[in-house]
């Protein structure tokens, strides 16, 4: 079995690292360098699916993600979890004091904003994707310019790591989807978690209302984030991620959930895969 997997990044990626987890076969990637590409890859059809990040333990939601599903009207048919390890990397024979400046992906940058403070000489620049920048450093043989991305992408680009797990907080945990143009198949007894967008009338109580809904179904709240609607000032949406025991438990919430709303709709049902 065979299938192409649009992923944020170029080999050697966090990306790429849960394409090959999450799938038991072996997969052609489709390397794009924004989120935006990634929709356009899976949206046209040069892709089958796509493995987006929505989430890190440390620098939070990724809520422009979200409004991507939803508003390409995607999927989320699976989830993976990776645990995210840093490493600062550049051309071999050098030492972080040669180093002038660090580039990498905005969210790599600030899960290790604690280390690279330690060397206020090194210049900071947000970069498109970790392992990219890995690669524009050795095909250019750029010297005094460091990466941080993963030991895969030092490995795969021939760089030497020149401090290894530089990430503020050792449990560093980035949350991916999978998602898909069609919904999952995923049989009812397998869903034990569901990724919901719902906006409500602007009006006392109505949030805690649903809320009470939630919790007196059984559902257990993980993520609540709002988005404010561009076209209609003042007014927001709510993305909302829950878990449950029972499939039932779930059904029975969202049937009130939808007479509650003036909006509602279901980003995704799906298997909990949390560690």
Same mark, same amino acid.
């Given at each position: 079995?065979?299938?192409?997997?649009?992923?944020?990044?170029?080999?050697?990626?966090?990306?790429?690292?849960?394409?090959?987890?999450?799938?038991?076969?072996?997969?052609?990637?489709?390397?794009?360098?924004?989120?935006?590409?990634?929709?356009?890859?899976?949206?046209?059809?040069?892709?089958?699916?796509?493995?987006?990040?929505?989430?890190?333990?440390?620098?939070?939601?990724?809520?422009?993600?979200?409004?991507?599903?939803?508003?390409?009207?995607?999927?989320?048919?699976?989830?993976?979890?990776?645990?995210?390890?840093?490493?600062?990397?550049?051309?071999?024979?050098?030492?972080?004091?040669?180093?002038?400046?660090?580039?990498?992906?905005?969210? /790599?940058?600030?899960?290790?904003?604690?280390?690279?403070?330690?060397?206020?000489?090194?210049?900071?620049?947000?970069?498109?994707?970790?392992?990219?920048? /890995?690669?524009?450093?050795?095909?250019?043989?750029?010297?005094?310019?460091?990466?941080?991305?993963?030991?895969? /992408?030092?490995?795969?680009?021939?760089?030497?790591?020149?401090?290894?797990?530089?990430?503020?907080?050792?449990?560093?945990?980035?949350?991916?989807?999978?998602?898909?143009?069609?919904?999952?198949?995923?049989?009812?007894?397998?869903?034990?978690? /569901?990724?919901?967008?719902?906006?409500?009338?602007?009006?006392?109580?109505?949030?805690?209302?649903?809320?009470?809904?939630?919790?007196?179904?059984?559902?257990?709240?993980?993520?609540?984030?709002?988005?404010?609607?561009?076209?209609?000032?003042?007014?927001?949406?709510?993305?909302?991620?829950?878990?449950?025991?029972?499939?039932?438990?779930?059904?029975?919430?969202?049937?009130?959930?939808?007479?509650?709303?003036?909006?509602?709709?279901?980003?995704?049902?799906?298997?909990?895969?949390?560690?």
């Amino acid at each position: 079995m065979s299938a192409t997997i649009a992923i944020q990044g170029i080999k050697g990626s966090f990306h790429h690292q849960v394409a090959k987890e999450y799938y038991n076969y072996d997969v052609v990637v489709d390397e794009c360098l924004s989120f935006e590409e990634l929709v356009d890859s899976l949206m046209s059809g040069k892709s089958d699916e796509a493995v987006m990040a929505i989430e890190n333990s440390i620098a939070g939601p990724i809520i422009p993600n979200y409004a991507l599903i939803d508003k390409n009207n995607l999927h989320i048919i699976g989830e993976h979890y990776l645990s995210i390890h840093q490493n600062l990397m550049a051309l071999k024979g050098q030492k972080i004091e040669d180093i002038q400046e660090v580039h990498s992906h905005p969210i /790599a940058l600030l899960q290790c904003m604690e280390f690279l403070k330690k060397y206020p000489h090194i210049k900071i620049v947000e970069d498109k994707d970790t392992a990219e920048t /890995a690669r524009r450093i050795h095909e250019k043989q750029l010297t005094g310019i460091a990466a941080i991305a993963s030991k895969a /992408a030092s490995e795969m680009y021939d760089l030497e790591i020149l401090a290894p797990e530089i990430q503020t907080i050792n449990n560093n945990m980035t949350r991916f989807v999978i998602i898909n143009k069609v919904d999952s198949f995923v049989d009812k007894t397998e869903i034990n978690r /569901a990724s919901i967008k719902f906006e409500l009338d602007h009006k006392r109580g109505s949030l805690a209302a649903v809320l009470n809904v939630m919790s007196d179904c059984k559902l257990n709240l993980t993520k609540i984030q709002s988005l404010p609607k561009i076209e209609t000032p003042w007014k927001y949406s709510f993305f909302v991620d829950v878990t449950f025991e029972k499939y039932e438990d779930y059904a029975k919430a969202k049937s009130l959930m939808e007479i509650m709303a003036e909006y509602f709709k279901v980003l995704g049902e799906y298997k909990n895969t949390k560690p």
